[in-house]
């Protein structure tokens, strides 16, 4: 399973490592273990129950590897332990540096250990670095002498300062919700480097100024809400974001922190009732996971129903609400063929009448989201996709058409994929066939932005139709409106570009609603929120943060928050 923070791949040419028989690996410790250094970048929790004698754990996620800036000094400097960081040190000295995963045995799929090899001979070192083919597993079935266990040392770290993801894997794990966790107490963080918020904070998280409108002018700025306002200041070139985005990831660290770490005496019924435990599901339900280093909240992740005795209720995928909005999102990872049949069965049992996709199929050769709209049964859903039309974002009037081109990217124009599907359930024949519509939008990359906040903001304005031209009430809504059914969003992670759509949209739904109720008031539609300081974008990160872990994964959406929010603000003026 690939991790959340795998890129592209780098070009693989000798000059930063090749491929070494595991045969020839065991050669080398036994002639020449001075010269040798090894590097298991596995997530501690493998590298505890079994690792080659002598090596290193060094578990760093693939973005942080890709900076220049990340050099060996700041790869020395995420050791905890003394005796490790020293040995680190030495790496100048050695003639050999191996680095091994779990079983990589192909070097067209070995770009992170590349990557891990070439921060050596960025500074000149100009040994001999090898890759070990087939990894851990095929080593240590071939030379289990070489293999020692768990070895979790406890003296080196100071006192009160866990060492790096140190943690005890019982032989049996507990049970949440159908969902196997770690169970260690006293010093577990599992997975915690291969989290992208465990270095992420090392170097700051930097400053973009924001792009205002061409139409902004003083006067309109003078009548933006003063938390808007205090942003979109020229002289501040996004100071003031940055400074907001860094808070709310050192609040995310500490909370990561809790999520990750498995109290033995806290009780798994008592988890979701507070708002201070946080808790993580779903580590051990690997191929119901598109990334390893993604797992939802327990107390807010969707759960599917009328599961059988000693069944699995688990789905990658979170319940998201705002605390000023009436949105309501399920927040998921784009589905992966093993949860195609999950993802329907979420969309029936929670009644779900729009899905977003924020992600194309593909992104610079990596699968970001496998098809699960095409025709089928899916388990008790049957789907029908009778209809796929392209709404042009650059148009005039953006309307569907029925215009279908080979490669509709080849128009020039960012666009959108309007799919309907027809949706049925084998346990409900007489229920009447209910309408599904997706709205991919596949411009948006990766990690990155959309081109413009304008399509974000059309994007919406999209939704927004959908959802006014379903009818009939959630089972489940209080209120009988079918606005109160949740709208699934997924990217490829379901986090960062998932998190910058339901920030956005949120935030224009309670500034609608505010404007909506001013303007009922006799009051001036321009003024509805000038009593207001409370920054409506950083909270709402905040409230998903609290539901579903790294939402708005970077600054540079969270800027496009602000972005597309003022860019919609002045347009109402």
Aim: glycine share 6%; net charge neutral.
């Amino acid at each position: 399973m690939p991790s959340r923070q795998d890129a592209s791949p780098l070009k693989q040419t000798s000059a930063h490592g090749c491929g070494v028989s595991v045969e020839r690996c065991a050669e080398l410790l036994e002639s020449s273990r001075r010269d040798v250094m090894l590097l298991d970048v596995r997530p501690y929790a493998h590298f505890a129950k079994g690792s080659i004698k002598g090596s290193l754990n060094l578990c760093i996620p693939t973005t942080l590897l890709k900076r220049p800036s990340f050099d060996t000094q700041k790869l020395t400097n995420t050791f905890t332990n003394e005796s490790e960081k020293q040995i680190f040190a030495g790496w100048r000295r050695c003639r050999y540096i191996i680095v091994y995963d779990a079983a990589t045995s192909d070097m067209k799929d070995a770009s992170p250990l590349m990557n891990v090899l070439k921060k050596f001979t960025a500074e000149g070192w100009s040994g001999e670095g090898l890759i070990l083919l087939g990894g851990f597993r095929a080593f240590s079935s071939r030379f289990p002498t070489f293999v020692q266990g768990q070895q979790v040392p406890v003296s080196d770290t100071p006192a009160g300062r866990p060492s790096r993801m140190h943690i005890d894997l019982p032989s049996v794990a507990p049970v949440a919700g159908g969902c196997a966790l770690p169970e260690s107490s006293h010093a577990a963080i599992p997975f915690f480097g291969n989290i992208r918020q465990h270095m992420d904070l090392i170097g700051g998280v930097g400053q973009i100024p924001l792009q205002v409108p061409h139409s902004f002018s003083e006067s309109k700025k003078r009548l933006l809400p003063p938390w808007l306002r205090e942003v979109s200041e020229s002289t501040d070139k996004g100071r003031k974001v940055s400074e907001k985005f860094l808070s709310l990831e050192k609040k995310e660290l500490e909370r990561m922190k809790k999520a990750l770490s498995y109290e033995k005496s806290a009780d798994a019924s008592t988890i979701g009732g507070s708002s201070e435990t946080f808790r993580v599901a779903g580590i051990e339900k690997g191929t119901k996971n598109r990334y390893n280093d993604i797992y939802p909240f327990d107390h807010s992740r969707v759960r599917l129903q009328n599961v059988s005795p000693g069944g699995c209720d688990y789905v990658n995928a979170n319940h998201m609400k705002a605390a000023y909005s009436g949105k309501h999102y399920i927040a998921t990872q784009a589905p992966v063929p093993d949860t195609f049949n999950d993802f329907w069965r979420v969309v029936w049992e929670q009644d779900v009448r729009l899905v977003v996709s924020l992600t194309a199929e593909v992104e610079r050769g990596h699968v970001k989201c496998h098809p699960y709209w095409e025709s089928g049964n899916y388990g008790p859903c049957q789907v029908n996709n009778f209809s796929q039309k392209f709404i042009y974002l650059d148009a005039q009037d953006p309307q569907p058409t029925d215009m279908e081109l080979d490669k509709p990217e080849d128009s020039g124009s960012p666009y959108i994929i309007v799919r309907h599907f027809g949706l049925s359930h084998s346990s409900f024949p007489f229920q009447p066939l209910r309408e599904v519509t997706q709205l991919q939008y596949p411009h948006w990359p990766d990690f990155g932005t959309t081109s413009q906040p304008t399509h974000l903001l059309k994007l919406i304005e999209q939704c927004d139709k959908v959802i006014a031209a379903t009818t009939g009430p959630h089972p489940g809504s209080r209120d009988g409106h079918a606005n109160s059914r949740p709208v699934l969003v997924h990217c490829s992670a379901g986090c960062g570009r998932t998190g910058t759509f339901c920030t956005v949209d949120s935030v224009l739904d309670i500034l609608k609603r505010q404007r909506s109720a001013a303007h009922a008031s006799g009051g001036n539609p321009n003024q509805w929120t000038h009593t207001d300081n409370v920054d409506l974008i950083e909270k709402t990160v905040d409230d998903f943060r609290t539901q579903r872990p790294s939402m708005v994964q970077n600054l540079s959406q969270f800027v496009l928050c602000y972005e597309s929010v003022l860019e919609w603000t002045v347009a109402q003026m």
